[in-house]
């Protein structure tokens, strides 16, 4: 990276934030900057991010709003959505919801236009297939810190899971799952340019 070795500059303290970090935020000002006066992007000013696995909203939610872009962002842990919320306190909150008789839960995000630069913030985990997981998100010390480095997937029927449900009942979440495809309604894939997925090891 020709910016990494100018010290002082604001190259070396843009990599200074993580490599993750550094790559999307090119993304989005390049995007920003250069798409349009190279006919790269003619829908522009139509477009959006998601982002899978939101945690607090750093950097992924926040740099894409800062960049201009709405953000369909899923988180599916309250203490990571408490967090979420402190940073992005205008954030559009959507709840998974459930059909009468069904356990299948399904997000609708409401009627909006890309271009309004808005955050929603959608209260489920993404999968290959609709359901439930449970989830072992131990809580943070205190609201604003951040979670996650030991969150994982317990997957049903290991000794380890029997463990946890015995043992840190309290630690195990049952987290909503929906796919993209059959169970989000409300966001135009043609206006999404750019999915991060982090999801402990559940990609």
Do not use: W
């Not at 993304?27 to 250069?34: E, I, L, M, P, Q």
């Not at 000013?45 to 709003?65: C, E, V």
């Not at 919801?97 to 009627?111: D, F, K, S």
């Not at 966001?187 to 750019?194: A, K, L, Q, S, T």
């Amino acid at each position: 990276d020709p910016l990494a070795g100018r010290q002082g500059s604001a190259g070396e303290k843009l990599m200074a934030r993580g490599p993750r970090r550094v790559y999307l935020y090119t993304v989005f000002r390049t995007y920003y900057n250069v798409g349009p006066m190279v006919g790269l992007l003619p829908n522009f000013g139509r477009s959006a991010i998601m982002d899978i696995g939101a945690n607090d909203g750093s950097p992924n939610t926040l740099d894409a709003k800062k960049g201009g872009f709405s953000a369909y962002s899923f988180e599916p842990t309250p203490q990571n959505q408490a967090n979420f919320l402190m940073k992005t306190p205008n954030a559009v909150v959507v709840e998974p919801h459930y059909a009468r008789g069904e356990e299948r839960p399904r997000v609708e995000v409401p009627r909006h236009d890309p271009r309004d630069n808005k955050v929603f913030l959608i209260k489920s985990g993404v999968a290959d297939h609709n359901g439930h997981l449970n989830f072992y998100a131990p809580p943070c010390k205190e609201l604003g810190t951040t979670c996650g480095k030991n969150n994982r997937l317990l997957e049903e029927g290991t000794e380890e899971t029997a463990y946890m449900l015995k043992n840190q009942r309290d630690s195990v979440l049952r987290i909503p799952l929906v796919t993209l495809d059959d169970d989000v309604a409300g966001i135009n894939g043609r206006d999404v340019f750019v999915m991060k997925v982090d999801v402990e090891g559940y990609e």
